[in-house]
């Protein structure tokens, strides 16, 4: 296929732990949707199927259906198992695709028109089933909102398991690595603030075969942390300045009490959220002067 003047060739890699179900499909359906884009097998793409320690017949039936399989010798979790696909890829070009069958491989093969213009293009789940009950709808918007936030621009989806990503642009955009779910989140997160071009494309969210892999308490938890490295990486002054908001609020409303009723105690408070909040903040400028350092050491 070819996208402006550049030929494209990619690598196709398909994490899986014991993913028996769909892997067949998914490989099958990855060839066809290439194959239709115009890309030739081994010339132009392969499909990488790495399997994270499965216990049935993932990876057999990977090889079957044409796929070059990686082993890991036991389960190291979803982000080791991209991080070795992406090592061990041929081609400048990767394409992620998760293992479920949640990602229909057309849907794949429409990424393609992005690159190379953007350096990652993200398809960014619609429907009922990525925004999922009430409880899940209004927890997932929380996630989005916290992740616009660390990112500075709005995004549709963090987390998607369907991307393109130009390779060397990942090998210079990722300072913070997570082995496990959130790998994903740290891909766009990174790149949007490292001033990467990040394309967000609408793709089909359907049913996944066989059960799901990610556990709330476990991954959520990691999720955070993994926005608040990225953030502390990239523009640690934001993140203090958001710390600094509650100690500054309260200093305010201390202040209107005092001026109002002129209470010793209410100046006492105010005084201590005060020397709080300019705490934070000076501790925010000098992480700010130890990036902005880190930054000019990092120039060619």
């Not at 400048?92 to 690159?115: F, Q, T, V």
Request: overall charge positive; hydrophobic content about 45%.
């Amino acid at each position: 296929m070819e996208a402006g003047s550049e030929k494209i060739r990619l690598s196709v890699v398909v994490p899986a732990f014991n993913e028996e179900p769909g892997i067949a499909g998914v490989v099958s359906g990855l060839k066809e949707a290439m194959a239709g884009a115009g890309l030739k097998p081994a010339d132009d793409f392969e499909i990488l199927v790495v399997d994270d320690g499965s216990t049935d017949r993932t990876a057999e039936l990977a090889e079957e259906a044409g796929a070059r399989v990686l082993r890991h010798p036991t389960n190291r979790g979803y982000g080791r198992s991209l991080l070795s696909g992406f090592a061990a890829a041929r081609f400048p070009w990767l394409l992620m695709i998760d293992a479920d069958g949640s990602y229909p491989p057309e849907d794949a093969a429409k990424l393609l028109a992005w690159a190379p213009r953007f350096d990652m293009a993200v398809g960014a789940r619609q429907g009922p089933l990525f925004w999922g009950g009430p409880i899940h709808t209004f927890l997932r918007w929380i996630y989005l909102v916290l992740a616009s936030f660390v990112a500075g621009e709005r995004v549709p989806d963090a987390n998607s398991g369907l991307r393109l990503i130009r390779k060397e642009a990942l090998d210079r955009s990722m300072p913070v690595l997570c082995y496990g779910y959130s790998l994903s989140t740290t891909m766009t997160l990174s790149f949007l603030q490292g001033g990467r071009f990040v394309a967000f494309v609408p793709v089909s969210y359907v049913e996944r075969k066989g059960s799901s892999k990610v556990r709330s308490l476990r991954d959520i938890p990691r999720t955070l942390q993994i926005m608040v490295q990225v953030i502390l990486y990239y523009n640690p002054l934001k993140f203090v300045v958001f710390l600094a908001f509650l100690p500054g609020a309260l200093a305010a409303a201390f202040l209107v009490r005092f001026l109002a009723s002129a209470g010793r105690k209410d100046f006492t408070a105010f005084c201590v959220c005060l020397f709080v909040t300019l705490g934070v903040f000076l501790v925010g400028c000098l992480l700010e002067s130890l990036r902005f350092n880190r930054s000019r050491s990092e120039l060619p």
